[in-house]
């Protein structure tokens, strides 16, 4: 038994080590980097396999925004005209169907197939393989719940209109795609918007359209942002100097948050980097497990929930999907201990001022 352990254990060895010169380069981002850190098989499933998550209404609703926006900035700031707010509602409109229309022909076919062999392959019941099924063919789940979003993003981009009709600065790039090679990793960003300063310095946009707002304090306690950094760094190769500011734009509260990168903070980024992308080379995709996986797409074919989430899962999913309020003993006691702190973190999302005793908590 010792020497079948042995021989099976080397042979998974020398497969890796064979993984990892044999495969091509790994291609590193944000979003790539945040997913692997929530769960290496999430990675594997959505990167490696190509097996697209399902469809959701705040993925469809943050796409329409940023196209939308996208559209009008380059049909009038970038030709240095002023357009007005029909023509970016016109883009709104134009923006919705076509890219519902896109998000459900990119999870058919192929994708479909791909999904149905994993399922199968995963001993997922009937009842669970439908339902994953369904969802790659649903993004919202009622004509109410689409109207809802339809109409957030109206007095969004009402809003957004006017704070616009301020901005100094001179938009110079929009939605592109920035590509860098540091120690032979390549490491890509989605810009969403490029400015340049009157007095000549250039800043970084990020557009957000979820209500929770990131503290910056917080994660300067974290070690800094990540996003902000690869962002940060990938500018400051390309245009030969460091962006002055980055700044997440909270479209829904319309509020700019400045995230200003520290160079002890660049260091431990780059550092994760390329520890992840070691791991992926080594084909290192051990799921992690937490709370947050009855909420994952890929949980109904996840080995390590196989059988066992049945009984905690469906309450807070079915919840959600009702449009009913999730509780929870920590909402409660929020609630109990001051009703209006309980408003500012648990409905409009906004994170609480950090404190000494959350940074040694998130240590541990």
Same mark, same amino acid.
């Given at each position: 038994?010792?020497?079948?352990?042995?021989?099976?254990?080397?042979?998974?060895?020398?497969?890796?080590?064979? +993984?990892?010169?044999?495969?091509?380069?790994?291609?590193?981002?944000? @979003? !790539? *980097? %945040?997913?692997?850190?929530?769960? =290496?098989?999430?990675?594997?499933?959505?990167?490696?396999?190509?097996?697209?998550?399902?469809?959701?209404?705040?993925?469809?609703?943050?796409?329409?925004?940023?196209?939308?926006?996208?559209?009008?900035?380059?049909?009038?700031?970038?030709?240095?005209?002023?357009?007005?707010?029909?023509?970016?509602?016109?883009?709104?409109?134009?923006?919705?169907?076509?890219?519902?229309?896109?998000?459900?022909?990119?999870?058919?076919?192929?994708?479909?197939?791909?999904?149905?062999?994993?399922?199968?392959? +995963?001993?997922?019941?009937?009842?669970?393989?439908?339902?994953?099924? @369904? !969802? *790659? %063919?649903?993004?919202?789940?009622? =004509?109410?719940?689409?109207?809802?979003?339809?109409?957030?993003?109206?007095?969004?981009?009402?809003?957004?209109?006017?704070?616009?009709?301020?901005?100094?600065?001179?938009?110079?790039?929009?939605?592109?795609?920035?590509?860098?090679?540091?120690?032979?990793?390549?490491?890509?960003?989605?810009?969403?918007?490029?400015?340049?300063?009157?007095?000549?310095?250039?800043?970084?946009?990020?557009?957000?359209?979820?209500?929770?707002?990131?503290?910056?304090?917080?994660?300067?306690?974290?070690?800094?942002?990540?996003?902000?950094?690869?962002?940060?760094?990938?500018?400051?190769?390309?245009?030969?100097?460091?962006?002055?500011?980055?700044?997440?734009?909270?479209?829904?509260?319309?509020?700019?948050?400045?995230?200003?990168?520290?160079?002890?903070?660049?260091?431990?980024?780059?550092?994760?980097?390329?520890?992840?992308?070691?791991?992926?080379?080594?084909?290192?995709?051990?799921?992690?497990?937490?709370?947050?996986?009855?909420?994952?797409?890929?949980?109904?074919?996840?080995?390590?929930?196989?059988?066992?989430?049945?009984?905690?899962?469906?309450?807070?999913?079915?919840?959600?999907?009702?449009?009913?309020?999730?509780?929870?003993?920590?909402?409660?006691?929020?609630?109990?201990?001051?009703?209006?702190?309980?408003?500012?973190?648990?409905?409009?999302?906004?994170?609480?001022?950090?404190?000494?005793?959350?940074?040694?908590?998130?240590?541990?």
């Amino acid at each position: 038994m010792k020497v079948k352990y042995i021989a099976a254990n080397t042979l998974e060895f020398l497969d890796k080590v064979w +993984s990892y010169f044999m495969r091509p380069a790994v291609r590193m981002s944000n @979003s !790539r *980097l %945040n997913m692997y850190e929530t769960c =290496p098989l999430k990675y594997r499933f959505y990167y490696e396999e190509h097996m697209k998550g399902f469809p959701s209404a705040p993925l469809h609703f943050g796409s329409v925004v940023h196209q939308a926006l996208k559209e009008f900035h380059s049909k009038f700031d970038l030709q240095g005209e002023q357009g007005t707010l029909d023509e970016l509602i016109r883009e709104y409109d134009r923006a919705w169907d076509m890219v519902k229309e896109d998000m459900l022909e990119s999870t058919g076919g192929p994708p479909t197939n791909k999904w149905k062999v994993a399922l199968a392959e +995963s001993g997922a019941s009937k009842e669970d393989t439908a339902f994953a099924l @369904s !969802r *790659l %063919n649903t993004i919202y789940i009622s =004509p109410e719940e689409e109207e809802k979003f339809r109409e957030r993003g109206l007095r969004m981009l009402e809003e957004y209109f006017k704070d616009n009709q301020t901005n100094p600065n001179r938009i110079i790039q929009l939605e592109k795609q920035l590509n860098l090679t540091i120690k032979g990793i390549d490491i890509v960003a989605y810009l969403d918007r490029l400015e340049k300063t009157p007095g000549g310095d250039l800043e970084i946009v990020d557009y957000k359209t979820g209500k929770r707002v990131k503290d910056m304090e917080t994660i300067n306690l974290l070690g800094g942002d990540t996003q902000a950094i690869i962002y940060s760094m990938i500018i400051e190769k390309k245009w030969g100097r460091r962006p002055k500011n980055f700044y997440y734009y909270y479209l829904d509260k319309r509020l700019k948050v400045p995230c200003k990168p520290e160079p002890r903070h660049i260091k431990n980024v780059f550092q994760k980097i390329e520890m992840t992308v070691s791991n992926i080379k080594y084909r290192n995709f051990e799921p992690h497990q937490g709370p947050l996986c009855g909420w994952c797409d890929y949980e109904v074919i996840c080995p390590a929930w196989k059988g066992r989430l049945e009984p905690f899962r469906g309450i807070f999913r079915q919840a959600r999907e009702e449009g009913r309020m999730t509780f929870s003993y920590s909402k409660m006691s929020s609630y109990k201990n001051c009703p209006y702190n309980y408003m500012k973190i648990d409905i409009e999302k906004i994170a609480p001022k950090p404190r000494h005793f959350f940074s040694i908590g998130h240590s541990c």
